[in-house]
């Protein structure tokens, strides 16, 4: 058994296996006769093991071999609220369900650098500046995560208890997640006695969490009430834990990745919220402002706590140029540029990130590499084409065709040949219309002036471009070279020779690298001038 078999819990070893082989939670159930919601409370990874019996139905029930078998067997056979999960690692000292060493990031990790005013504001809050719920609304890659770590240390070190969850994708996440996930994860590795002293009057928390009764800290509530009723109390247990943990001090409860949180998850936290005041709580509340559509959960949770104003929003904007240059100095091991070559790659570095942290240490990674030899890697860093595609992944096909129009027209497209191109591509004026509007919530494209979009970062425009077929270029091609062609007054020819050369038609090509050549002979631009014959050259080769 490996060292990452050796740490991982019941539930995320259970996880693991249902995944790989290819079954949900019902079909698991289903197979092995017992109830979906016990998968559902096994797979959390909480404080429960399960019965001989259960165990032996969900071993025959996986198919699994000897060395499964034997790794699932050794995790149901630790005492329970045994590890945390990694992500938010807990103390064992009364007083701290939080320790910032614990969630320490890797050695090899970024340096935090920047955020001066955002730091400020964070401390103001701590201080009880303010309404209970600060919000964090970010674009993906801005760093909000990083951000949380800091002010989780700041919150310790202040002496205020830190409770810390997180959302995932809605397929694989528990209903009250990440509220769930933060009552679960302070409660692992404390003493008896600690557990008891947080839950106690908490007993409708045994709702959410019925291992609680398993483990005898919990007694569950005889009494029958309507479903509204009892959520109503599970709400106020949930409220009265996350005074208990804070003690006189008070707590923080910071919340990251709230764009996937379900509606029900969403209510306990404005319930929190309201309570906030009575149980010395202070919220910060994290987000991708790309995912804030009218018609989301998370977009009338954050309108409720507006109007109640209890919320303050404290947008996260990308790196200043000064913030990011420091950064890439201590990406690259190095305190400044030693020459031009140098000074050069890091402008260059600088300008494609465009102050997105995870861009930039990604680039820089890249660069890095390709001064090591490496020269298989992709024009676009691979991780940052798989979050850039993800992001796509979620438009609606109108929008995904329309962005991958403009990516093949430049990094700044003017609105009526975005249009154009859009009923080049079957869309009604509209369509393309809303469209734009979709990109630009997302802030994949944004209005540059009263007619022109632009891409928001180089890097965008150029994963998009990178995943277009060769049949989708050449068609590209050719539609933005006609709606130049066709354009009153005559756009440059160097860019129609580009665009006509790239939807495979050299003949119309030629025609205006001459002409591009000519025009800037004419104005004494000998060097472009040079380029464009010899452009003119290679195509008539």
């Not at 810390?164 to 404390?190: K, M």
């Not at 632009?454 to 068609?475: M, N, S, W, Y």
Request: glycine residues 8%; proline residues 7%.
């Amino acid at each position: 058994m490996n060292s990452s078999a050796q740490t991982e819990h019941f539930g995320a070893a259970l996880r693991r296996l249902r995944v790989a082989a290819s079954l949900t939670q019902e079909q698991l159930a289903e197979r092995a006769r017992v109830s979906a919601r016990a998968i559902s409370a096994l797979e959390r990874g909480v404080n429960r093991t399960p019965q001989r019996d259960t165990l032996r139905a969900l071993i025959e029930a996986l198919s699994l071999g000897e060395r499964d078998r034997s790794a699932l067997e050794a995790t149901a056979h630790r005492g329970p609220l045994a590890h945390a999960p990694p992500e938010f690692a807990t103390a064992s000292e009364p007083g701290a369900f939080w320790q910032p060493g614990a969630d320490a990031p890797p050695a090899d990790a970024p340096p935090f650098v920047g955020r001066a005013r955002e730091l400020a504001a964070i401390a103001r809050h701590l201080q009880g500046d303010g309404p209970p719920a600060l919000l964090l609304p970010a674009e993906p890659g801005m760093g909000k995560t990083r951000l949380l770590r800091e002010a989780a240390t700041r919150a310790t070190a202040a002496g205020r208890s830190v409770l810390a969850g997180g959302c995932q994708p809605r397929s694989s996440q528990d209903p009250y997640a990440p509220v769930l996930g933060a009552i679960e994860a302070a409660l692992r590795g404390q003493p008896r006695v600690q557990l008891r002293a947080a839950l106690a009057g908490c007993d409708w928390l045994v709702r959410l969490l019925p291992e609680l009764a398993d483990l005898d800290l919990l007694t569950p509530p005889l009494v029958a009430l309507r479903p509204d009723q009892e959520r109503r109390l599970m709400f106020r247990a949930v409220a009265r834990f996350c005074a208990n943990v804070g003690g006189q001090r008070g707590a923080l409860l910071l919340l990251d990745d709230l764009q996937w949180a379900g509606r029900d998850a969403l209510d306990l936290i404005v319930s929190l919220v309201h309570a906030a005041g009575d149980i010395r709580l202070r919220l910060i509340l994290a987000y991708r402002s790309t995912e804030l559509a009218p018609d989301t959960a998370i977009h009338d949770a954050l309108a409720n706590l507006a109007h109640a104003r209890l919320a303050r929003p404290l947008p996260l904007e990308p790196l200043t140029p000064l913030e990011a240059g420091e950064l890439l100095c201590d990406l690259l091991g190095t305190s400044a540029p030693h020459d031009r070559a140098e000074d050069r790659r890091a402008e260059v570095v600088l300008r494609r990130a465009g102050g997105v942290p995870f861009f930039l240490v990604s680039c820089a990674q890249r660069e890095v590499e390709r001064q090591a030899g490496d020269d298989r890697l992709e024009a676009v860093p691979w991780d940052v084409a798989r979050s850039i595609e993800q992001r796509v992944a979620a438009l609606p096909p109108e929008a995904r065709a329309l962005l991958g129009a403009a990516a093949m027209a430049g990094r700044r497209v003017a609105r009526p040949l975005l249009l154009a191109l859009g009923g080049r591509l079957g869309q009604r004026p509209e369509e393309s219309l809303s469209a734009l509007d979709i990109l630009h919530q997302a802030r994949l494209l944004v209005a540059a002036e009263p007619e022109a979009f632009q891409f928001t970062h180089d890097l965008i425009r150029e994963a998009v471009e990178a995943e277009l077929g060769p049949g989708q270029r050449i068609a590209l091609h050719r539609w933005i070279a006609q709606t130049f062609e066709a354009a009153t007054g005559e756009p440059a020819a160097a860019l129609l020779a580009f665009h006509w050369q790239g939807g495979a038609m050299p003949e119309r090509a030629v025609i205006y690298l001459e002409r591009a050549g000519a025009h800037a002979d004419a104005l004494h631009a000998h060097a472009e001038a040079a380029d464009a014959y010899q452009a003119l050259v290679r195509v008539l080769d």
